[in-house]
């Protein structure tokens, strides 16, 4: 992908152990917030034979990353325009085999991006939620990871795992935690508190805690109307988190050495799931 001399893409992964946690609709919401701060965001819809980013914000994608592998489009022509400016990359429904990407996908995937000339600040990849070979892959190939998880201890064990594989497997040590759905900030506090303790604890790394997002029945409101939170409920408790989490995300300075999207772009030919 083209970018402008000396600019950074900051690219990070949304991840989760578990499905149903809200990882996709914080996703969306996060990519809005950094928009409102005027920074160029896209989002990839990682979920590769799962589209969801699409169904959540309501969008008409014609084509989608089937098409793309396929040779059928390049990935100027897929990508669609959300609410409030941001760029989505839409992926496919129903495609098994797009669950666990080849050699070839790979490249064929990297050389869009090397051919993209469209400007952005920000790449946010929502991925699958487990641990599967395609979310370790797109983890490994990002700049940084954020892994969502909440109060359930189903949530807290899968988040475990997921952070225990891309330490072990991949030697990735730097996490941030978001935690949703809780009743408040100390709650949202404690699963950190416990995460965090068994991360340092069995695999001898520290955790980086960007917030959290309380149980708010504007949530479910929104997604049923298939519209951003932060559009149809601006002030609703849960938005005002995104917004603060959207914040924090913005004013952190990241010196990865994955910080460029060239290295993206390395990462993901050479990751090794």
Same mark, same amino acid.
């Given at each position: ?5 000396? +600019? ?5 992964? %949304? ?97 869009e991006f090397e051919s993209y000339n469209g400007d ?14 395609? %979310? ?27 952070? +225990? ?10 996490? +941030? %935690? ?96």
């Open positions: 992908m083209e970018i402008t001399e000396g +600019k950074t893409v900051r690219t990070i992964a %949304v991840a989760s152990g578990k499905g149903g946690v809200g990882k996709t609709n914080i996703t969306a919401n996060l990519a809005i917030g950094l928009s409102r701060m005027n920074k160029k965001v896209m989002i990839f819809d990682a979920d590769l034979g799962l589209s969801n980013i699409d169904v959540i914000l309501n969008l008409a994608s014609k084509y989608n990353i089937k098409h793309l592998f396929s040779g059928e489009k390049n990935l100027k022509d897929l990508i669609v325009e959300g609410p409030e400016g941001i760029q989505v990359l839409p992926a496919s429904s129903g495609i098994q085999e797009l669950t666990e990407l080849d050699e070839f996908q790979r490249l064929r995937l990297i050389e952005i600040d920000y790449l946010l990849i929502d991925t699958s939620s487990g641990i599967s070979s395609n %979310v370790a892959f797109f983890c490994m190939a990002a700049q940084e990871i954020i892994v969502v998880t909440s109060a359930e201890p189903t949530a807290m064990t899968d988040a475990y795992a997921l952070i +225990k594989v891309l330490f072990t497997k991949y030697q990735e040590k730097d996490f +941030k %935690v978001l935690v949703n759905s809780v009743k408040n900030e100390k709650e949202g506090t404690e699963v950190f508190r416990r995460l965090s303790t068994a991360a340092e604890q069995f695999l001898s790394i520290s955790l980086d805690y960007i917030g959290f997002i309380p149980l708010d029945s504007s949530v479910p409101k929104a997604v049923r109307q298939q519209r951003a939170l932060l559009d149809v409920y601006p002030e609703c408790e849960a938005s005002s988190s995104i917004l603060r989490i959207s914040d924090r995300i913005n004013s952190i300075e990241n010196n990865n050495i994955k910080g460029t999207l060239q290295f993206f772009l390395g990462g993901l030919l050479k990751a090794k799931c």
